[in-house]
């Protein structure tokens, strides 16, 4: 079993900055691919970017070059540096592990991953 918990959300206003967290529990963080979703009221849950095992990353169109995703395996911590926020980037944000992952692998659907946070809110104010 894996425990993952976010932090980092709040109210920002356009243009600005949020750094979110994800801590894993346990010993299976460095064999992870990890992801995060957002979901917005109404919608389904989008990808947003995930890293692999050896550093790959890959990201939603809707957030290139705005967003980056990060990981730090000795503390077991994933991070997203969200950049130049906006309205549409309201949504909750949740972190994803899949466990024993493929080294390169950095799933981009839901389906690729077996345990899920509890989410953190982002709303960005226009």
């Known amino acids: 079993q894996v425990l993952l918990v976010e932090s980092g959300g709040g109210l920002v206003q356009a243009g600005g900055s949020l750094r979110l967290s994800c801590v894993a529990s346990?010993?299976?963080?460095?064999?992870?691919?990890m992801g995060w979703f957002r979901q917005a009221p109404g919608k389904e849950r989008e990808f947003v970017a995930a890293i692999s095992r050896s550093g790959n990353t890959q990201y939603g169109d809707s957030v290139k070059g705005r967003f980056a995703i990060s990981r730090d395996n000795a503390k077991n911590t994933m991070t997203l540096q969200m950049n130049n926020l906006k309205p549409e980037d309201t949504a909750t944000y949740y972190c994803?592990?899949?466990?024993?992952?493929?080294?390169?692998?950095?799933?981009?659907?839901?389906?690729?991953?077996?345990?899920w946070g509890q989410g953190t809110q982002v709303t960005v104010s226009s």
């Open positions: 994803a592990a899949r466990v024993g992952a493929n080294y390169f692998f950095t799933p981009a659907y839901t389906s690729g991953y077996d345990y």
């Open positions: 346990g010993r299976t963080f460095g064999n992870s691919a």
